[in-house]
Every structure is written in C-alpha cells, then in structure tokens.
C-alpha cells in the first residue's frame, strides 16, 4: 500500500544529508565539547559551525544563537526567564499573547498566571489573524512581555509581526515570537524583524527530534532556565547534544540554501492539493486566509462528518493527517485555534490538517483525493448530522 505522510507541521523526517553530517558525532567524533583536548576542541568547533548556520538562516550573529532541547523549552525560558527577570527588576506583571498560540506557550502562560504574573489573550479574525491594534489596546504601564507567534501550526496564518513589534517598542516592552513553523517556510530576518527573542525547533526543519534553539538580541538577559555547567555561554547548562546540533546547523544550512525551491514545491503542491479537494468534494470549507500562509498548510473542514473517523479510515490507507489539535488531548475540548477563529464547534469536528513537504508529489495528492473522497461519502452516508438535515 502506497503511503502518504501528510503532517510535516507536525514533524518531518530527517533528510539523508541532515543523517550524513551527524553519525561521526555519534561514533567518532564523540569528545565532550567542554573537554580541552583535541577530541573536545573538535566537538566545540561543530557547535560553533552549527551556531553560525542556524544564525544565517535568521540573519542573527551566532553569539545570539542558544541551543535548547526542543522548541518547547525554548518557548518556556523566553516567557519564564523574562517573566522572572522583569519581575526581579520591579517591573509589571502583564504579559500579553494570543489564544491561538501553541502549547508550549499557552501553558506556560497559565503556569506563570497560577505565579502571579496576568495573561491577556487577544483574539483573532475569522482568517487567523491578530489585529495590531488589539495589541496596542492591551498593553498597560505594567507590560513586561508580548509573545505572538510568527505562524501557527493548525492554519498557517503568517501575523504581522514587524508591525506589532513597531508597538511594542514604542512602549520598551520585549516582543517574543515562536518561529518554530515559520523557520525555513517564510524568510525570516530577526534584524529586520526586531524581535527580541525567536524560538526554533530543528524537528520540524528536517532535523532531529528533541533539538531547539532560542535567539537572544544581544543585551536580553531572560533568567537561566537550566542550571549546571557552562555550556551554551553559561545561559543553558547541560552536555550539549552534540549530534544534534550538528544535525540542527546542516538543516538550517540546506532550508537557506533550497527556501526557494522548497516553499515552490510545497506550495504548488498544496494548491494543487486545495483544488483537486474544492473541485471533487462538496461542502468543505477552508480554514485561514490562503494569502499570508504556511506554503505546506491546508486547514480544510469537511461538514457532516467526524475528523477523527476521517483521519483512522485515511490511516487505513496509508495516509497520516492530523486533526489540529482538537481532541488531541483525549479530551473533546475543539481546536482552541478555529474557536478564535469562530469557526463553530460542529465544524470544528470536522475538520483535519494536511501538511505538505519536500517528499510530497502531485501523484501522492492524487492517491489521496480519490481515497479521500470515497471516505468522505461513505461518512456522511452514516453521519447523523446527516440525517438530521435530511441529507439522505
Ligand atoms: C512543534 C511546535 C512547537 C514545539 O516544538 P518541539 O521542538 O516539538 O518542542 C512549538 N511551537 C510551534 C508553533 C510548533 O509547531
């Protein structure tokens, strides 16, 4: 059976070259690189390497350039290490950031609301987006911390972040971005930009699991998140992953060299994913704005029917999509992204996630469009939903 892996926003696999440049730090090349001999000067020469080709995908000088273990715990330090830091200054305790965020943010926001710190959440638009006036609106003379991401991860929506980091400075208030599914889709230029702090993750770039990165603006000093030795210039203790970073520095070396033909191949393919869906299958609905958007992303809701029961009989065939973040908690809470976006909750139900990439082809959309559309009428045969409005 043919298999089509349609969640690259969830991760993506490891390209050989990534593989390639990483298994001598497995075997050979194995020296601690805090160790003064050769065998540890070497090791320290790849993570410098690797520190310089990730701060050339963002134009960032590598001294900004923190490894982290995911993108996750890069997201934890900037908002706790700022929270605490701020905090230690006698400054507010107002931090601002949006309902569409992913996880690791918004849990780190409730954690820091259950320490004294308040949480503002804007809202967005229908098309996912934050209107930079909201956050002008939000901030208070108590201000400390504005974290909005650059992209999501469900409906690809690209923010306005240039703008909104224009108002934040106005009012000397550090502006944090997740960039984690924004790196190597969007050009992303931190000088240009102005953010103060960008959190990565190489997972979703064609690296390795379990692999991140924070840039610090030269002068930011968030509070150390992990604590021990003096790697990672005394900010983030702990043996350096050395494989991964090596694996981390090749993936942000080959998304600057191929951005073009990537963001080509996986917005073609995604279009051409989009129309043969609009063409073939009645009563779907787009979510997001097709304009400012992850190239990969498709967000598409398909009415009358479950996502989970789409997504398990697609699995059968050798298809993985994902259904955002809805259910994925176990729980039936929906997507807390299409709520903010005021999709309804049945709709939300019926909704997946298809994510395209580097290894995906126009033959692999073909294979799943004609399963796709099989499966969709054989769910709404079924579908009380159905029933109800008198579908059949
Ligand atoms: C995947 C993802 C993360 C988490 O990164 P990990 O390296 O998997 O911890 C954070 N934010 C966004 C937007 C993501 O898509």
């Known amino acids: 059976m043919r298999q ?16 390639q440049e990483m298994i001598p730090y497995f075997t050979e090349n194995y020296g601690n690189p805090s160790s003064l001999y050769s065998g540890g000067l070497n090791s320290k020469a790849a993570i410098d390497k690797a520190r310089k080709q990730l701060a050339d995908l963002i134009n960032a000088d590598p001294s900004e350039i923190f490894f982290t273990g995911s993108g996750t715990e890069a997201d934890n330090w900037a908002l706790e290490g700022m929270a605490d830091a701020m905090r230690k200054k006698g400054k507010g305790n107002h931090i601002i950031t949006t309902k569409i965020e992913h996880h690791a943010i918004l849990h780190t926001c409730e954690y820091l609301a259950a320490h004294g710190f308040e949480v503002t959440y804007l809202g967005v638009d229908s098309d996912g987006r934050v209107n930079p006036k909201d956050l002008e609106d939000a901030i208070t003379d108590k201000t400390i911390l504005i974290s909005i991401m650059l992209v999501n991860n469900e409906v690809g929506t690209v923010q306005d972040i240039r703008e909104m980091v224009g108002i934040a400075k106005r009012y000397k208030i550090p502006f944090h971005t997740d960039g984690v599914q924004a790196l190597g889709n969007v050009p992303i230029d931190v000088k240009a930009l102005g ?30 998140f992990i604590h021990g030795g003096a790697q990672e210039m005394g900010r983030r203790a702990g043996t350096e992953n050395l494989p991964g970073i090596v694996g981390f520095g090749k993936a942000a070396e080959i ?12 917005s073609e393919v995604r279009d051409y994913l989009l129309e043969r869906i609009k063409d073939e299958i009645p009563d779907v609905e787009i979510n997001g704005t097709m304009k400012q958007r992850h190239p990969g992303n498709l967000n598409v809701t398909f009415d009358f029917i479950e996502g989970e ?36 909750w049945e709709k939300i139900h019926g909704t997946v996630r298809m994510t395209v990439g580097d290894f995906t082809s126009k ?28 579908w059949n």
Do not use: Q, W
């Not at 073909?366 to 079924?382: A, C, F, G, T």
């Open 309 to 344: 029961s789409l997504l398990i009989l697609l699995d059968m065939k050798g298809i993985s999509v994902s259904t955002g973040s809805a259910c994925s908690s176990k729980s039936l809470k929906p997507s807390h992204v299409l709520d903010a976006m005021g999709v309804p």
């Open 255 to 266: 998304a600057k060299r191929d951005f073009d033909k990537h963001v080509k191949h996986s």
């Open 4 to 19: 089509v892996y349609l969640d690259y926003s969830a991760t993506t696999p490891v390209k050989d070259e990534v593989l």
């Open 363 to 390: 033959e692999d959309v073909d294979y799943v469009v004609d399963e796709l559309k099989n499966i969709v009428i054989r769910l709404r045969e079924i579908s009380p939903i159905n029933e109800e409005k008198g």
């Open 195 to 224: 953010v103060d702090f960008l959190s990565m993750s190489a997972h979703k770039i064609y690296g390795p699991k379990g692999m991140g990165a924070l840039y610090i603006r030269k002068g930011m000093r968030p509070t150390n």
